[in-house]
């Protein structure tokens, strides 16, 4: 085969891709990027060693957090970027070597991806065949080690959006480092990898609330918002992902010139926070989840700006593939990519915004509002009236539909489940997921919307937030006897750190779909149904007989 790869929901037969990515990932880009998380797990040992001799590498953060997010499902598909972060890496390595002789650490007893060096395109590519996923035989020890691993690329997700923010735990960091050191060491048992999931689980919370707080201390907490799904008569950049740094610079840099910005996929729940409302050019929300891009990028006419993952390669047909701009960890081959910021200045959008100024404006493809915004700040400001309808029977449960959306027709599974839902129950959703029944009518139990939605994929946080108060207000002393339903879809590693944070939090009976990750080998997979009562997804009529028959 000429790669494996089998992070994401929707790999090759559900087993694993051998050629190509289906995600649009080619072999030699997938090779790299194993190349470039066998590096961070190298240098975090490095790290690792020198901090424990009392010396800092702060430079080894960043480019851990950075190269993870990059090897993120649908997030980069620039092979000179990751070559680039690969040459990075190399060169952070061999400085970091060079300390570790000079301060007496015993390089002898080191693993491998700590001294392995490259000078030549050869002997990448000569390395690219020896640290694949498949290196690690033993399917059991692979599937825990996977799973560490696509935990810590989700957290570092989450911690590269807060250290954009200014917000930054060095516990999250040494974690990180020790969970990616960890999984080269052929000493750990079944049940040490086992207990290291649960304590990625437990730094997911954390950094997920260090995240919530960086955001709600920048932007405010979210507040219920109605959002404008129409278009204006002007020119329109449409940005996508999740770094809401990126949008408010943006803003501030397309103020005043006429051009109204839009927001895509997991970058809705921003018209929740009330410091972007002062923005009047912030128009309103175009479009659906990312998978649909093709076709939705061809009607708006504008640029659009790839934040963070959720990119979909364009084909070769497409009209708009001149029109797409990446920045941060986002990559395209083709695209444009935006620097990142220097000396503490704004990123310079200048290129995007002249560009939309040549553009036409949008087409409008769907018009209405959509209601947003019940983070956990505001629900809990509504926990009287949700503690009212739930004790006069009005609302009997509440279903956690959270996650991540894709292509497959078996997610119109979760539409259907919405759809037949009993009238006395209520959705709580984060994350791209919502696009599958955010727009149905389901309307509202005493003005309480039947679909609460608290935000991106990160904002999941709040819905464990939500669980935990009403635990106490409800004062039941185990957080599984709540009257509350999980029906999750998961797609890449950010709802993996999300589920090992569930999972942490003790929470059980959750229901996984459409199908359960590849990377769980059948032994690891009876583990978490054994302990934690995992499920999986029938059909809608069948679930909803199950979940409510009591």
Known sequence: ??????????????????????????????????????????????????????????????????????????????????????????????????????????????????TWDANTDTELEAKEIEVGVLTTKDEDIRSLRELIVYGVKGM???????????????????????ALASTLDNSLSINDLINL?????????????????????????????????????????????????????????????????YTHGEMLPAHYYPYFKKFKHFTGNYGNAWWKQREEFETFNGPILFTTNCIVPPLEKATYKDRIYTTGAAGLDGAKHIADREDGKMKDFSIIIEHAKRCNPPQAIEQGELIGGFAHNQVIA????????????????????????????????????????PKDTVILTAGCAKYRYNKLNLGDIDGIPRVLDAGQCNDSYSLAVIALTLKDVFKVDNINELPIIYNIAWYEQKAVIVLLALLYLGVKNIHLGPTLPAFLSPNVAK????NFNIGTISTADDDIKMFFTN
């Open 382 to 421: 509504l926990a009287d009236k949700i503690v009212d309808a739930v004790n006069a029977g009005k609302i009997k449960k509440f279903v956690v539909m959270a996650g991540c959306d894709g292509r497959l027709k078996s997610r119109e599974y979760y539409t259907e489940f919405a759809e037949k839902l």
């Open 197 to 261: 999931e649960l304590q990625t689980g437990e730094y997911g919370v954390k950094t997920m609330a260090l995240l919530d707080k960086a955001n709600t201390t920048k932007y405010g907490n979210p507040e219920i918002t109605k959002v404008d799904l129409g278009v204006r008569n002007n020119p329109g950049i449409l940005i996508s992902g999740h770094d809401l740094l990126d949008l408010e610079e943006l803003l501030i840099q397309t103020e005043g010139t006429g051009i109204d910005v």
């Open 1 to 114: 085969m000429s790669m494996f790869c089998f992070q994401c929901q929707e790999t090759a037969k559900g087993t694993g891709c051998t050629i190509n990515g289906v995600c649009g990932k080619k072999d030699n880009l997938a090779r790299q990027m194993d190349v470039l998380i066998y590096l961070c797990k190298g240098i975090s040992t490095l790290s690792i060693e020198l901090n424990n001799k009392g010396i800092a590498t702060p430079e080894v953060n960043p480019f851990i957090l950075n190269s993870l997010f990059q090897t993120i499902t649908n997030a980069n598909f620039d092979k000179e970027a990751i070559k680039n972060s690969i040459n990075h890496g190399l060169e952070l390595k061999r400085k970091l070597l060079n300390l570790a002789k000079e301060n007496g650490v015993n390089i002898s007893k080191l693993p491998e991806a700590a």
């Open 156 to 178: 570092a997700a989450y911690a590269e959006h807060a250290h954009n923010l200014g917000f930054v735990d060095e516990e999250i960091f040494n974690f990180m480092k020790k």
């Open 527 to 530: 583990v978490l149904v054994d």
